[in-house]
């Protein structure tokens, strides 16, 4: 996912600011995409240099102003090429968690179970919220409401296999004192 596309798609529905983009992203494109300032406030620099996007900055009664950004006529130009492009990608799932994951077996059992647990209250947590939000999702049209559900079923299955992997990992005790053995390691108590 193009960062600078997906924020020129949500300016389709309105004018928003880099904190507002970040917010949105986070809370529906979680699943797919993370992002951070470093990457928002760059692109819409970019894309305002590019004449994709316009500035206008907002006064607000004490508080700091506000840079909120619109689409141009350019920018949806672009945009729309961008969503009749060939998407030439893989199915790409890019979580840290999963990546430290792989190599739990260098560390401790019981800190492994920590993470998984933490883990699991986090996607709890995401599924109560894409849950409440489904209903929202479903004024939205086809689209969303599909991105939605499958983020809900993303979700729903990433927290079974967190649960089936927590089970495992505490059965393991004697995998753990072999592979601690091998390596010359000592097993935690």
């Known amino acids: 996912m193009s960062v600078k596309y997906a924020m020129l798609g949500l300016l389709h529905y309105r004018d928003m600011h880099g904190y507002r983009i970040k917010q949105h992203m986070e809370q529906h494109f979680g699943n797919l995409w993370s992002i951070n300032y470093g990457q928002i406030y760059p692109n819409l620099k970019k894309m305002e240099e590019e004449g994709l996007v316009t500035k206008k900055e907002v006064v607000r009664s004490g508080a700091p102003t506000r840079k909120l950004y619109s689409i141009t006529p350019a920018g949806r130009e672009a945009f729309?090429?961008?969503?009749?492009?060939?998407?030439?990608?893989?199915?790409?799932?890019?979580?840290?968690?999963?990546?430290?994951?792989?190599?739990?077996?260098?560390?401790?059992?019981?800190?492994?179970?920590?993470?998984?647990?933490?883990?699991?209250?986090?996607?709890?947590?995401?599924?109560?919220?894409?849950?409440?939000?489904?209903?929202?999702?479903?004024?939205?049209?086809?689209?969303?409401?599909?991105?939605?559900?499958?983020?809900?079923?993303?979700?729903?299955?990433?927290?079974?296999?967190?649960?089936?992997?927590?089970?495992?990992?505490?059965?393991?005790?004697?995998?753990?004192?072999?592979?601690a053995e091998r390596m010359n390691l000592p097993l935690e108590s």
């Open 80 to 179: 729309a090429e961008w969503l009749l492009s060939d998407p030439h990608g893989t199915m790409l799932l890019r979580d840290p968690f999963l990546l430290r994951f792989v190599f739990f077996g260098f560390g401790t059992r019981e800190r492994a179970l920590q993470l998984v647990d933490e883990q699991i209250r986090l996607y709890e947590t995401h599924l109560a919220k894409r849950r409440e939000n489904m209903r929202r999702w479903h004024r939205q049209g086809v689209y969303v409401r599909q991105m939605g559900e499958l983020g809900l079923l993303l979700n729903e299955t990433i927290l079974e296999w967190l649960k089936q992997s927590r089970r495992e990992i505490a059965r393991s005790r004697g995998e753990e004192v072999l592979r």
